[in-house]
């Protein structure tokens, strides 16, 4: 499963979910159930049917799993992509915050300015970055 293993790459693996299960990470088994029911040469009457359309859901369900693994392996990459960005952003957002600071110094304002500045930046909550979680 290729997105699994861009998401392991990227670090982005959650934690605690150990392996795949063996059924997302080998391709499904060949054949058809019907052919050894044939062969066996019972009579099972409608129980066959019933064999069949259960072995074709269980087909189903599996590719249902296959495709949203998928999708969430691909959205945990995205989430990734974004937590980098946001880092950026606050990065550079910290970094005009002290040259303005440098700037107000510069200036020489009086110590009542300077108070006012601090007391309106200390109203502020600090910036933190959210925790982007995944469970599968």
Known sequence: MEPWVQLKQAGL??????PLPK???VPPPEGNPGQ???SSGAELGGARELILWIW???GNLRRVDVQLLGQLCDLGLEMGTFREELVTILEEEEEE?????????EENK????KQDEERSRSSYPAQ???DFGMTI
């Open 97 to 105: 915050e002290e040259q303005e600071e440098k700037s107000c110094v």
């Open 23 to 25: 059924a997302l990470r």
């Open 56 to 58: 074709e859901e269980l």
């Open 13 to 18: 693996e959650p934690s605690g979910l150990g």
């Open 128 to 130: 933190r970055l959210p």
């Open 110 to 113: 009086g110590p009542e300015e």
């Open 36 to 38: 050894a029911l044939m």
